[in-house]
C-alpha cells in the first residue's frame, strides 16, 4: 500500500515533479479530450528519464472513485522543461494532482 499526499498549486506541483525520486511519481486529473473523462496525467522519473502517462479515468461504482482505465500512452523525456511542458497543457483546472 502507498500513501498520497494531496498537491494544491500548479507551482507545487512543478516543484514536486521536478524533484520526483524514482519510487515516486504524481497522479494528475486530466483535460485530454481523446479520453474517457478528461484521463489521468501521471508524471514521473524513471531510469533517469522523465515520463508523462496518459490513460482514461474511469468511475469504479464498487470503489466509489475514479481509478486509472487504459487507453495509456507513454511518453519519455530526457529533459525535465519538455516532460512538464506536455503534462502542463493537459492538466484539468482546478488542480487536482497527489503525490505517491
Request: hydrophobic share 35%; proline share 2%.
Amino acid at each position: 500500500m502507498y500513501s498520497e499526499q494531496e498537491v494544491h498549486d500548479l507551482e507545487q506541483l512543478k516543484a514536486t515533479a521536478k524533484s520526483l525520486d524514482q519510487d515516486e511519481g504524481i497522479r494528475i486529473e486530466g483535460a485530454l479530450a481523446d479520453y474517457e473523462n478528461g484521463g489521468f496525467v501521471f508524471f514521473a522519473f524513471y531510469r533517469g528519464r522523465y515520463c508523462v502517462n496518459f490513460c482514461n479515468r474511469k468511475f469504479d461504482e464498487r470503489l466509489g472513485k475514479y481509478v486509472p482505465g487504459g487507453g495509456d500512452t507513454w511518453h519519455f523525456f530526457s529533459e525535465f522543461e519538455e516532460a512538464w511542458a506536455l503534462a502542463e497543457k493537459s492538466i484539468r483546472r482546478p488542480l487536482r494532482a497527489w503525490v505517491y
